[in-house]
């Protein structure tokens, strides 16, 4: 499940996905998902700028089943601690790979159980793929957000079966994770708090995708923090304004979410395998997560 396997380039896109209109551009066709990933370009998925030990933490791989199908998912906690709050990590569209895992163990380092679950599990394995086109065709492009809520929800009630505290939940998602992000505090009540690093907040509605986050943002149950970049050149600030538009007429914790944009700062700027990695927004955006989860009760 855990993808560490070194991986060549990926071919340029030359096919569109399912979801993409006859005669878009291969550009358009990561636009669309809110990727905002260079068409010629795969992540060689192995190699991590950050590398957090194992030490001190019961991490690893588990199985979760939910509904009937067991999920593989990435957890890491404090070795011998119980009640602790919980942490969902919300992966890319690359699935759970290294750089994944290794955000786990970070939230296990500062006092969490944190869980990564293989959303994509029942489409198929993201590492299988060497073309981008096929990726997002084949499986991303399939996965209901129905689906990836009933997962989350079976994870939470998993942890919680392990002896977490359930009624502290907060998530963090990166790109295709950051939208699930915005999603899934509006879905589960007992989400305090989120923080979503460059997920896309706007969207055409299909059977699969019905809501964006600009259309569930007035009822979030807890507040977000959205992380941007400016050089995002698949999330339009235009859409940034439009979300805190949605928000400031919503609930409490819509009013309390807050955006940070990074005037410099390109799509996928945390992932440190990446070379869109910059340092100083990727601290940043970090140390604003830890205290936002903290401030808004995931301790």
């Known amino acids: 499940m855990l993808h560490t396997n070194q991986e060549t380039d990926f071919h340029a896109l030359n096919a569109t996905t399912a979801s993409t209109p006859t005669g878009a551009t291969r550009r358009g066709a990561l636009q669309m998902l809110g990727l905002g990933y260079a068409a010629s370009t795969l992540p060689t998925l192995a190699q991590t700028a950050i590398k957090t030990s194992s030490e001190g933490l019961t991490s690893g791989e588990v199985t979760i089943e939910v509904n009937g ?7 890491a906690f404090p070795t011998g601690k119980t009640k602790l709050p919980v942490i969902l990590v919300i992966q890319e569209i690359f699935g759970v790979h290294e750089y994944i895992a290794d955000v786990v163990r970070r939230f296990a380092k500062a006092g969490y159980m944190a869980i990564a679950p293989e959303l994509f599990a029942r489409q198929g394995d993201p590492g299988e793929y060497a073309e981008m086109a096929k990726l997002l065709s084949e499986i991303v492009s399939k996965v209901p957000d129905a689906q990836v809520m009933s997962d989350l929800d079976g994870v939470v009630a998993w942890a919680g079966a392990q002896g977490a505290d359930t009624q502290k939940v907060g998530i963090t998602g990166f790109c295709w994770g950051g939208r699930i992000t915005w999603l899934y505090t509006a879905h589960n009540p007992n989400v305090k708090a989120g923080v979503a690093w ?12 019905p809501k964006h986050p600009v259309n569930v943002a007035a009822g979030l149950n807890g507040p977000v923090l959205g992380l941007y970049g400016a050089a995002d050149t698949g999330i339009p600030l235009a859409s940034v304004e439009q979300m805190k538009q949605a928000l400031a007429v919503g609930s409490k914790s819509a009013k309390a979410s807050e955006f940070v944009v990074y005037p410099d700062a390109p799509h996928a700027f945390h992932a440190d395998y990446r070379p869109s990695y910059r340092q100083a927004p990727a601290q940043d955006g970090w140390q604003r997560a830890l205290a936002w989860f903290k401030t808004h009760g995931v301790v």
């Open 69 to 75: 199908f067991k999920v593989p998912a990435y957890r």
């Open 198 to 209: 460059y997920g896309r907040l706007v969207g055409e509605s299909t059977t699969l995708t």
